[in-house]
């Protein structure tokens, strides 16, 4: 079991709405990126987490004046753990986009085999 955290965020009452953020995904040779759209969310209040091949991300918003409290959360899952080097996935929060960015193992290179004689 396969589990990294990297930030976490402060628990809401269980009543706080929740809502799946907008979320773009792209693919690189080197990684797969996600955006995801969580206006409000501030990175204290962001987590991440992937823990048996199920990416989640949560990020929580805080009740402000007449604006009630709300929650974001998504997730995926990675059928294909070996593809990605789940050790060293980075998450990064800005202005309300969360970018996370999922790493690819290196390819194996090809290498000559030398023979010897029996």
């Not at 799946?20 to 969310?41: F, K």
């Not at 992937?50 to 997730?75: C, E, H, K, N, Y």
């Not at 060293?88 to 023979?115: D, F, N, S, W, Y």
């Amino acid at each position: 079991m396969t589990s990294t955290e990297v930030s976490t965020t402060r628990n809401q009452p269980a009543n706080v709405p929740t809502r799946s953020p907008r979320v773009e995904v792209s693919e690189t040779d080197e990684a797969i990126w996600l955006s995801a759209d969580m206006p409000g969310v501030s990175r204290d209040d962001v987590s991440v987490e992937l823990d048996d091949g199920v990416l989640t991300i949560v990020g929580d918003v805080a009740a402000s004046g007449s604006r009630p409290a709300r929650r974001f959360r998504r997730q995926f899952t990675i059928s294909d753990q070996a593809l990605f080097d789940l050790d060293t996935v980075e998450a990064k929060m800005a202005h309300g986009v969360l970018e996370v960015r999922l790493p690819k193992m290196a390819k194996p290179q090809a290498r000559q085999i030398k023979i010897s004689a029996a």
